[in-house]
């Protein structure tokens, strides 16, 4: 009796204890979070819940892109590997938590001389074992925690890699319709100097221009065509890399062959910041990993204190032993309580090491914040720019057409020599080119912006995509 009293006031006070054994870690940004972006037009708002951000561009081509991107990209399937990992291991700790039930059989045979008598004896025994370790400490509640914010830290990490990756395709998808046009303007420019060419031939064999134009409307027609073979490098570089982006083997195939560039859509509003820290999936998966070292840390110190088990068994056993044959029912109900005393310092060691894993994915996180405000910022002011350097660009564009027309014409009327022909040629042809750049690269920043922001479309799109695999435990979704 006295014996009872004291363990159940033993167990009491662990108990008790038990509620100071870890503290739950706060988890926030190193600095306060700014009230606006500094580089924002409008006044800040929450951002409105949009469809994947690709559809602003209406181009049917790119959507086609994006969604084999999705189902396709062999990233996002070792993503999806590595996401029923953790869902595996997330259901390991959930099971620690439940008893444990082993059916365990065994069979005998044996023989014994006595006194010239041989005696052969034989038994069978079948029994039922169960075993349940009671969580004191929370030990395995905090590990059955970890392993679910693993799961959710991996969920967080492949809508990270699909902002990554549908902006490089889209990028990359730009990038080839940019090339094209560049090639296509090759052509026109070859086409035009060609023509020029044969002018200044006809004007030298009538006595009229000097041999040296002659030569000049060579070299200028030559060092054009001189530029196409490494375009077509170039694109065919591009459009290889987009196919294995699509998970396909390098080809040509992975677009249709336009050379238009879509006229870019508006920018996207920047919300309000702490709006960001739920919008960009890098950073919820930063913070879900802090909170499941944290939850390790716990168990660590948890595995200080002692650990009570129980455990029993109910079984039935036949014994025959050549005199006789006895069957018997047999159960027992064991408790044992573990307190470690001696480890040389191993457990302590071990949450030492813990609480420096989790001080350094608090700094990361708290890194991972301070960067995803940066692109904001950087990408705000790249899209500022890119809109002021392709107007400019249109300006200049047109004066370069209006320079090149008057020198041409003057140059025929014989009011200028050639030289101011050439030099408005290739102002002309160097300025249609970085207009069209221009154009692209207001593309890229927009998709930047879009990526640097994130959007709640990521967690409909990553559903959407997890209920087409194949064996996905449903009960993780949410």
């Keep these: 009796m006295r014996f009872s009293l004291f363990c159940a006031a033993l167990l009491t006070t662990l108990l008790l204890a038990g509620c100071r054994l870890h503290a739950p870690l706060a988890v926030t940004p190193a600095a306060p979070l700014p009230e606006v972006f500094t580089h924002a037009d409008a006044e800040p708002q929450p951002p409105p819940s949009v469809a994947p951000w690709w559809l602003q561009f209406n181009d049917p081509a790119l959507t086609a892109i994006e969604e084999t991107l999705l189902a ?53 025994s079948l029994s039922l074992a169960a075993s349940y370790e009671i969580d004191l400490w929370q030990k395995l509640r905090a590990n059955r925690q970890a392993a679910q914010l693993d799961f959710s830290a991996t969920r967080e990490e492949i809508k990270a890699l699909y902002l990554i990756l549908t902006s490089q395709a889209a990028d990359l998808y730009f990038l080839t319709i940019e090339q094209r046009a560049q090639l296509a303007l090759t052509d026109a420019i070859i086409e035009n100097l060609r023509t020029i060419r044969d002018q200044v ?9 000097p041999s040296l134009d002659l030569y000049q409307a060579d070299q200028n027609l ?56 739920r919008q960009r999936p890098d950073v919820q998966s930063a913070f879900l990993r ?63 090491r813990r609480e420096a894993v989790t001080a350094e994915a608090l700094a990361r996180y708290q890194q991972v914040v301070l960067r995803a405000f940066q692109e904001v910022e950087n990408s705000l002011v790249a899209n500022q720019a890119a809109e002021q350097q392709l107007a400019l660009k249109n300006t200049e564009l047109t004066a370069a057409a209006a320079t ?29 080119r970085q207009q069209l750049s221009a154009r692209r690269q207001l593309l890229s920043a927009r998709i930047t912006l879009w990526r640097a922001l994130g959007g709640d479309w990521l967690e409909t799109s990553l559903a959407a995509n997890l209920s087409s695999q194949p064996n996905e435990d449903s009960h993780h979704e949410n």
């Excluded at 290889?240 to 080809?251: M, Q, S, T």
């Excluded at 040509?252 to 709006?275: C, R």
């Excluded at 470690?340 to 302590?348: A, F, H, K, L, V």
């Excluded at 008057?406 to 160097?430: I, K, S």
């Design 222 to 277: 030559a060092a054009a065509k001189a530029r196409r073979p490494e375009q077509e490098t170039a694109l065919a570089i591009t459009e290889h890399g987009l196919a294995v982006l699509l998970g396909r083997y390098p080809d040509h195939a992975a677009m249709a062959d336009t050379t238009s560039l879509p006229t870019a859509p508006p920018a996207p509003p920047a919300g309000i910041p702490v709006a960001l820290l």
């Design 404 to 432: 090149l027309r008057q020198a041409t014409d003057g140059y025929f009327q014989g009011l200028n020599n050639y030289l101011a022909v050439l030099v408005a040629q290739r102002q002309h042809h160097e300025v249609n």
């Design 290 to 352: 802090v909170q499941s070292s944290d939850a390790k840390t716990a168990a660590a110190v948890a595995d200080r204190f002692p650990a009570l088990n129980l455990s029993g068994s109910l079984g039935v056993g036949r014994t025959d032993s050549g005199l006789s044959v006895l069957h018997a029912t047999f159960w027992n109900l064991l408790i044992g309580l573990t307190q470690p005393i001696i480890d040389n310092g191993r457990r302590q060691a071990e949450v030492d």
């Design 201 to 209: 031939e006809f004007r030298y064999r009538q006595g009229i221009a």
């Design 72 to 124: 396709d990209n062999l990233e996002i399937r070792q993503a999806y590997a590595r996401l029923s990992q953790f869902e595996a291991a997330s259901r390991v700790a959930d099971s620690s938590l439940l008893p444990s039930l082993n059916l365990t059989g065994s069979a005998s045979r044996g023989r014994q001389e006595t006194n010239g008598t041989d005696l052969t004896t034989s038994g069978q």
